[in-house]
């Protein structure tokens, strides 16, 4: 074989391999684009999960502040009723005290 023989099957090999390669690449490529669109749909589902629990966290905290404000109310509603019991039984102690002072004289 000559040196030119030897020169043009190296590189016949040499664009062989390269067509090879060029070939694996558009797989790697293909790949790549499927991949993607998979990161694209996980993407789209994310952003709807988001979504519903933005909204559903929103809902949540109307509940939470509806809630506290019947509490509140509650608390008042307690609060006026043992303020009622305490300026009652100073009352019914002096009355107490004023039935056992009249007994006392009656006897």
């Known amino acids: 074989m000559d040196p030119t023989d030897v020169t043009v099957q190296i590189l ?30 996980t993407n789209v589902r994310l952003d709807q999960k988001f979504d519903e629990l933005g909204r559903r966290l929103g809902e949540s905290e109307i509940r939470t502040a509806t809630a506290i404000n019947a509490l ?5 509603d307690i609060k006026q009723l043992l303020a009622d019991r305490l300026d009652l039984r100073d009352r019914v102690e002096r009355c107490e005290r004023d039935i056992d002072e009249l007994k006392r004289r009656a006897k």
Request: charged letters at 30%; aromatic letters at 0%.
């Open 72 to 76: 509140v109310g509650t608390l008042g």
């Open 12 to 41: 016949r090999e040499i664009r062989d391999e390269i067509l090879g390669t060029n070939a694996r690449i558009e797989q790697t490529n293909a790949r790549i684009e499927q991949t993607n669109a998979r990161i694209e749909q």
